[in-house]
């Protein structure tokens, strides 16, 4: 006599589950079941003579995050100098008139020293893109340089130069003093910025003035290498601190 196969019963708590799930996918918008993945940031390497440095790229900055993009991959900032730096401040690169060049006998050969460096643009400016409190001047801050107020009333962006803030700690008079300065001109200095600026340290004093469009995730002992070294009296490194390459990752 053959064998039955063996009833498989769903109990009724199986069942009711089935269910709930059956519905729920009904309720989900088509959108939520295909979603695709976030996509992840970019993130350009700063390959420099004193070290690596990895930065990353904020979607919320979107002119600034393309356009050093671009440059990047054009290869406008290579072999460009970090021409500017300030101890306890930031470290300043990306000027085109500060590119190194190789002489016939294989040796490099810098822009001379009795030419200021600082002034070299692409012929095109970027407008701000300030998005605080979130992208502010910690310390690590990736930020765009450019002309100063009374020349930039719109406060627009270097097309090249950029800087990476380091900067120095801080207590609370001396940052309480800060934020009634930012305060007095309707930038606000948030608990989190605060306690960031507290801990981390940073430039405080350039929130809401210059944009940040990025942060440093590798290579911030690099970083406090270059803004420690020694400079002339125009802030240039008595050694040439060189930018040789910067990579799209």
Known sequence: MPLRPACRC?????????CALFMVSLLLPASSLSAKPKKKPAVVRLETTAGVIRVELS??????RDNFLK???????DSTLFHRVIKDFMIQGGDPDSKVHQAPDGMLVSPPRN???GEGDLGYTLPPEFDLPWLFHERGALAAAREGDDVNPEQRSSSTQFYIVYGRSWGENSLGKVRAQLAENDIEMTYD???TYLTKGGAPHLDGTYTVFG?????????????AVATDSLDRPVE????LRAVVE
């Open 193 to 195: 910025m605060w306690q």
């Open 10 to 18: 769903i109990s009724a708590t199986s069942l009711f589950l089935l």
């Open 71 to 77: 440059i990047a991959r054009d290869g406008v900032l």
């Open 215 to 227: 942060h440093v995730i590798d290579g911030m002992k690099v970083v406090k290498a270059i803004q």
């Open 240 to 243: 040439d601190v060189i930018l």
């Open 59 to 64: 979607d919320e900055t979107p002119k600034h």
């Open 115 to 117: 030419k200021p460096l």
